[in-house]
């Protein structure tokens, strides 16, 4: 009954404990599924990668990336060890709906930001007595994960700030094109006595112009992205995690995908309608050109899904949309 989890470390060099810390805790079906298929990491509510125009960040408390260790940690199910106070339904609950959950806030100190110009973006997670949070477990090998894409689920990006002695992120940000984009703060924030609560909070960001709104592309299993195909098998469904098993290709080759991040490949899922985040576990292990994770839809309606994917040092990203019905 062994999971693997793959262990946040506290970023502060004071440190918490890395005890119980499934960033989403499954629920008991999803864990009885998981744990039949046997070794699958359950950790990370969210694939990570870095952002391809995003240079890596020094890591806030100067440690963390490099103790980020994997960990292991046995309970079995049924303890109500995976609750860990983010809902009894947190495995099929959309996150970033709101900048207030768990107790965390998240504070932008920016809302407005010019269209096409590089700005900055900058917020605090504030915990419920309103002081700024300076403690964050590091989750696929980062202590913070930004994920920005504009409403109509254009413009994806993968971030990763860098947190000031009092708490303060900030990230090189730009917004490409006019309209009101959502970013998300995707961490597990430390408290005082070492518990550990992962959240994904929500914020709008305004750049201002003329909103030309793109339709959302036709459901596609296979895309191409710089001269790689991508393509996906498995069919989300409401409340159930499900294998989404990805192929990358090179020309006529399969791809060689490389881990990076802790992974060999990580998927941002958005629904559309709310932007509401989904969470995705990936499995730990690749056989070359593909990688799986398990997705659970919270809803019918219609998904975008963003693979990172790293191969020969480049971080590219795939996008399908997918329908759950
Ligand atoms: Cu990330």
Do not use: C
């Not at 292991?72 to 109500?80: N, R």
């Not at 959302?216 to 409401?238: I, K, M, Q, R, S």
């Not at 159930?240 to 941002?268: C, I, M, S, T, W």
């Amino acid at each position: 009954m062994a999971e693997q989890l793959s262990a946040p470390v506290a970023a502060d060099p004071d440190g918490g404990s890395a005890t119980d810390t499934h960033p989403l805790g499954p629920d008991r079906s999803t864990l009885r599924l998981a744990l039949t298929v046997g070794g699958l990491v359950l950790a990370v509510l969210l694939g990570f990668g870095l952002g391809r125009a995003n240079p890596k960040p020094a890591t806030p408390g100067g440690t963390g990336v490099a103790a980020a260790a994997t960990g292991e940690h046995t309970h079995a199910p049924g303890t109500g060890a995976h609750d860990h106070g983010a809902g009894g339904d947190a495995a099929t609950a959309a996150g970033g709906l709101s900048v207030t959950s768990s107790g965390y806030t998240l504070t932008p100190s920016t809302g407005d930001h010019a269209a096409g110009r590089a700005g900055e973006f900058r917020f605090r997670i504030h915990d419920d007595r309103r002081r700024a949070v300076t403690r964050f477990a590091v989750v696929h090998d980062k202590p913070m994960h930004l994920i920005v894409v504009r409403r109509d689920l254009t413009g994806y990006q993968h971030l990763h700030p860098t947190m000031a002695a009092d708490g303060t992120w900030s990230v090189p940000l730009t917004l490409a094109q006019p309209g009101v984009w959502r970013a998300y703060a995707d961490f597990v924030a430390v408290a005082d006595d070492g518990r550990q609560t992962p959240v994904t909070l929500g914020v709008d960001l305004t750049a201002p112009g003329g909103y030309a709104p793109r339709p959302l592309p036709a459901p596609a299993t296979t895309t191409t992205v710089d001269g790689f195909t991508v393509g996906y098998e498995g069919v989300p469904e409401v409340g159930k995690a499900l294998p989404v098993r990805f192929r990358v290709g090179q020309g006529d080759a399969p791809a060689v995908l490389e881990r990076y991040l802790g992974a060999y490949g990580h998927l941002v899922a958005l629904r559309e309608g709310d932007l509401g985040y989904l969470h995705v576990h990936p499995e730990p292990t690749s056989a070359g050109d593909t990688v799986t994770f398990w997705v659970t839809a919270p809803g019918p309606g219609r998904y975008r899904m963003y693979l990172d994917f790293q191969v020969a040092g480049v971080v590219r990203t795939a996008e399908f949309t997918v329908t759950v019905a």
